[in-house]
């Protein structure tokens, strides 16, 4: 991969063009998911709870609390527990945002009598996932993502505190059993006391940091894909604007304005590759290092050596500047007419195009879902 910048032909002129892709919802949103108890017990589901969906009824339930419906999209969808001492803590307020055709989701369940500090806690994330989704700086699913590493933490913080519990009780009970006074234990007691205070007091400060870090990394997540996914179909577009107008080279040796045309083409062209070509290191690296599958790094790569490599240099480079752009210049300072080398070059150019133009398409599709997965 070469790692000069080249200008294609006379004067620098620069065209900015986006591309959007709308895709037609379906009417129906298919849901599936699962019931997960915290708190209490380990991550599974008993028999006497029940889903219920709100405008839509009671969800049956199966082994291991899996569960699937169907609903209307584009509607948010409200999801209770029954019985009501269970309280569902994800998805916030129960609520699901029917926005894509399928939906997977894990119902996160509470029990009503769970301790007070864990509610408390869990009372703190809502309040920081509640700012977030205000802010609108992250996308839903980041949101979640976010929001479901952090729960995980605070879960582990509670057993942790719960373990503390157990054995400052234990300790209770050996001192009140023991006829002599016994150092060790009351040693043993007071630091796990201790303990228990300091991680019940950093719990709130850790989650508060999570939360900062966590929004940083996908706050750069989306800047990454929004500047790169803009630069490959700015740079797309204008391979496609040079490549339709390669048929039309005859026409340069008949109209000033169109030899005018494919010059500024050509430069708008050599400027959307040049700025892509600036900033994709520094893309690949970010992808590398936020997005959590090698694969996707690898299918970014593949892309950018598709796009300087077997597209600009082995191609672009030699057709234009070598087979093209010369015998136009002539014509341009000279009146030397090379009309049917021009068109012959052209042509086999636009043959030679075409099929790299294709799958650059898909490279390009399929980089944009594996990005959007993260974000």
Known sequence: MTCQAYSLVFYLLFISINVAYSQQPS????????????????????????LYVVNYGPVPLQNGGLFEFKAPRDLDIKVEILPSEFKIMRPLDGLLKGETSSYQIDIYIIHGTEDSVLKNQIASLDEEIRLLQSAKSLSDHQIQKLDKTILDTVFHFQEKQKWFGREIKNLNLALEKSAAENQSLKDTLRLYQQQMKNLSD??????????????EKYLRQKAHYDDFS???????????????????????FKRPEALKRFNDICISYGKAR?????????????????WPNLHTYNKAEALCHRIFSTIHDDLILPGVNQNINPHLKNYATKGIRKVKDVKRAGLDLKNELDPNIQSLDQEM???????????
């Open 27 to 50: 009417g129906v949103i298919e849901v599936t998911g699962r019931i997960i108890e915290r708190g209490i017990s380990e991550e599974d589901i008993t028999d006497d709870k029940q």
């Open 202 to 215: 950093s719990v709130k400060v850790l989650i508060g940091q999570l939360a900062e870090a966590l929004e």
């Open 230 to 252: 803009q630069l490959l179909l700015q740079y797309e577009t204008q391979l496609k604007d040079l490549r339709d107008q390669l048929p039309q080279l005859e026409y340069c």
């Open 274 to 290: 040049n700025a892509l070509f600036d900033k994709h290191k520094e893309h690949l690296a970010g992808i590398k290092h936020h």
């Open 365 to 375: 599709d399929e980089l944009f879902a594996e990005l959007l997965k993260d974000l």
